[in-house]
Nanobody, 125 residues
Framework: VQLQASGGGLVQAGDSLRLSCAAS????????LGWFRQAPGKEREFVAA????????YVADSVKGRFTMSRDNARNSVYLQMNSLKPEDTAVYYC???????????????????WGQGTQVTVSS
């Protein structure tokens, strides 16, 4: 599965961004999907995950109430709506997919099989 993330950029604190991730060559509808992020000098951390039918999502406590993950299987895409951005949200954001294991609330990077190339989000204070 080839994933392509987009939508990152430089914004000010309090602004919003919507990240998108599209797949080529494969249909995403059968995959669980996730977003992770990695700031300089830090480990890659879980942001959000969604199951195949969009009836269950998990978001990290650090972004709960500000970030929302959704998917559009008809468009073969997944999204991360980020509101009320903070400087500590600055990171490279990666979309990821896996075919089998159900999503859980405390996802780890090693549990995901396919990764996009990442999109940079920079939030200035």
């Amino acid at each position: 599965v080839q994933l392509q993330a987009s939508g990152g950029g430089l914004v000010q604190a309090g602004d919003s961004l919507r990240l998108s991730c599209a797949a080529s060559r494969h249909t995403l509808s059968t995959y669980r999907l996730g977003w992770f992020r990695q700031a300089p000098g830090k480990e890659r951390e879980f942001v959000a995950a969604i199951n195949r039918d969009s009836d269950k999502t998990y978001v990290a406590d650090s972004v709960k109430g500000r970030f929302t993950m959704s998917r559009d299987n008809a468009r073969n895409s997944v999204y991360l709506q980020m509101n009320s951005l903070k400087p500590e949200d600055t990171a490279v954001y990666y979309c990821t997919a896996r075919p089998i294991r159900p999503i859980v609330s405390n996802e780890s990077p090693g549990a995901w099989r396919y990764w996009g190339q990442g999109t940079q989000v920079t939030v200035s204070s």
